[in-house]
């Protein structure tokens, strides 16, 4: 399978407890981007990178979020002392340079309880 | 700052009947638009976008959409649809001078009845 992975695809944490997802984009794709999407919504924007280089973050990543993509390949979204309002279906998508749309993931769902 | 409307939380079609998902968008300048499918528990598809040049875009699955500048719209079609089209729907724009961003809305759901 060539496209975005994303794991896990399920989470179930308790609050208060660190989480970490890692998304693998399309080979090649220097552009790799994270989403957040709740129920009844559609995905938001939380932050962007070209290569290695984190160019913008939402104002809905909080202090508690942090994301790295250290070798321009592969990203991790860590989320710290998790709340029950993290919940949500978190989606990873990635890009080309010079591409229009975006290839996204099956994403990780998280759980907080 | 950009955003797209869809008006309608649900769509409901008989198989073979024609399937429209209205779209409008707000955005300054020219925007880049997309339309997107979810089915359940998966991740985003992408279906069709227009970039320039003709207001009828094409896209996977028979679908097409058009722009409307006049009207700020990009509305999903489909002449018959299908059980299997059957999802959720996300239209999608994104500013050509912020080349990354996509603002998403809330979607459509859509369900196809034999």
């Known amino acids: 399978d060539t496209g975005v992975s994303q794991d896990p695809r399920h989470k179930i944490t308790k609050r208060g407890q660190n989480v970490t997802f890692r998304c693998d984009p399309i080979?090649?794709?220097?552009?790799l981007y994270w989403y957040r999407q709740t129920l009844g919504q559609g995905p938001e924007f939380l932050t962007y990178?070209?290569?290695?280089?984190?160019?913008?973050k939402s104002r809905l990543l909080s202090d508690r979020f942090s994301a790295e993509r250290p070798k321009g390949s592969f990203s991790t979204l860590e989320i710290q002392r998790t709340e029950q309002g993290d919940s949500a279906m978190y989606l990873c998508?990635?890009?080309?340079?010079?591409?229009?749309?975006?290839?996204f993931g099956q994403g990780t769902r998280l759980t907080v309880v | 700052a950009q955003s797209v409307a869809q008006p309608e939380d649900q769509v409901n079609v008989a198989e073979g009947n024609p399937l429209t998902v209205k779209c409008t968008y707000s955005?300054?300048?020219?925007?880049?638009l997309f339309w997107y499918v979810q089915y359940p528990n998966r991740g985003l598809q992408f279906l069709l976008k227009?970039?320039?040049?003709?207001?009828l875009v094409k896209g996977s699955y028979g679908f097409e959409a058009e722009f409307n500048k006049s009207q700020t719209s990009f509305h999903l079609k489909k002449p018959s649809a299908l059980v299997s089209d059957s999802a959720l729907y996300f239209c999608?724009?994104?500013?050509?001078?912020?080349?990354?961003?996509?603002?998403f809305g809330a979607g459509t759901t859509v369900t196809v009845r034999a």
């Open positions: 998508a990635s890009s080309p340079w010079g591409g229009v749309e975006a290839f």
């Open positions: 080979s090649e794709h220097n552009r």
């Open positions: 990178f070209q290569n290695e280089a984190q160019l913008e």
């Open positions: 955005v300054s300048g020219n925007p880049y």
């Open positions: 227009y970039i320039t040049g003709d207001n």
């Open positions: 999608a724009v994104r500013d050509p001078n912020n080349d990354y961003k996509l603002s």
